[in-house]
């Protein structure tokens, strides 16, 4: 089972030739992007309305660097091998790459993806590589968030729960 799990964490390169074989057996590519630090209800929501949108899933990892830049020194609360695996793990995910840059763009590029998805509140061209997804022939599309689950909310709850001791 590790073994399989592993196999899904995949490099630059490795992630074009996996999409070469996915392309030529015309499945369709769905490719979304995040920090996914503290796994939760949202993401698994979110992760499994995406793959039902195509054949696979590729997932772009923020790398722990960008993280902090992103969002700021106390963050990545999981390492980065952590929130790889964890995305690994689950069902819905066929291959997770991570991306040292603030977006993904150069790894979009490099995988053209059939179907781009972002959550929240982005308007589709808003989504960094839509231009390149579009370009070629692909859709973009914003997928609701749940309200409610946040990393930022589950941060707090365990700042207020340590303040009170």
Known sequence: MFQKIQSKIQDWTTIQQTVSE???AHQKIVFTNGCFD???FGH?????EARAL???LIVGLNS???VKRLKGTHRPINDEPTR???LAALE?????VVFEEDTPLELIKIVIPDILVKGGDWKPEQIVGSDAVLAN???VKSLAFVKGYSTTSIEEKIIKFHSKK
Not at 92 to 96: G, K, M, Y
């Open 22 to 24: 996915w392309k030529k």
């Open 137 to 139: 022939g692909g859709e």
């Open 54 to 56: 195509g054949d696979r």
């Open 64 to 66: 722990a660097a960008s």
């Open 84 to 86: 790889l695996h964890l």
């Open 38 to 40: 503290i796994l939760h």
């Open 92 to 96: 819905c995910i066929d291959a997770v």
């Open 44 to 48: 698994i929501h979110y992760l499994a």
